[in-house]
């Protein structure tokens, strides 16, 4: 089997791959989060909160594709498999059963700011070791900064 070879250093491969692996964990997750939510919710902004998830699972899964190509452009086998992300996935997550609306919106809030402090950190661990990937980062941590606003607006 061929196996790509990275143009990174050893040590720049290992933070830049565990950046990437965490960050397909979250991604995948949090999509799955917005279709337990999508599914579930109930009240009387269901339809515009409803839409407002699809958005949200669209990006998530956008970006986690991305960054699996990142991680395997780079030599990193990336890790999808559902016993992975239910292993490692540690944002907060929907409760069992219907959700009221405003319930969805406050998840959806905690779990996108959660999400984005995470891929902060992961912004400042890549800095140096692979600013492609940072720049790749970065990208996500704004569109998810942007949906965690206006699921924030919702209930202010």
């Known amino acids: 089997m061929t196996v790509v070879k990275s143009m990174l250093s050893e040590g720049a491969l290992r933070v830049t791959g565990t950046a990437l692996q965490e960050t397909l964990v979250d991604l995948l997750g949090l999509s799955l989060v917005g279709k337990q939510a999508h599914w579930n919710i109930v009240g009387p902004r269901f339809r515009s909160v409803h839409l407002q998830l699809d958005e949200v699972v669209a990006t998530a899964r956008a970006h986690s594709d991305t960054v699996a190509e990142r991680a395997a452009a780079l030599g990193v086998s990336p890790d999808g498999r559902p016993e992975t992300v239910a292993a490692a996935f540690s ?3 929907a409760k069992d059963g219907w959700l009221r609306d ?4 406050d998840l959806m ?3 996108l700011e959660a999400a ?4 902060r950190e992961r912004i400042a661990a890549t800095a140096e ?3 492609v990937t940072q720049d790749l980062l970065i990208s996500i ?5 942007k949906q965690r606003w206006m699921f924030a607006a919702e209930n202010s």
């Not at 405003?102 to 919106?105: A, H, P, R, S």
């Not at 984005?116 to 891929?119: F, K, S, T």
């Not at 941590?141 to 900064?145: F, I, N, P, R």
């Open 91 to 93: 944002l907060p997550a």
């Open 109 to 111: 809030v905690r779990t």
């Open 102 to 105: 405003d319930e969805v919106v």
């Open 141 to 145: 941590t704004a569109d998810l900064e």
């Open 116 to 119: 984005a402090g995470r891929l």
């Open 129 to 131: 070791p692979d600013p």
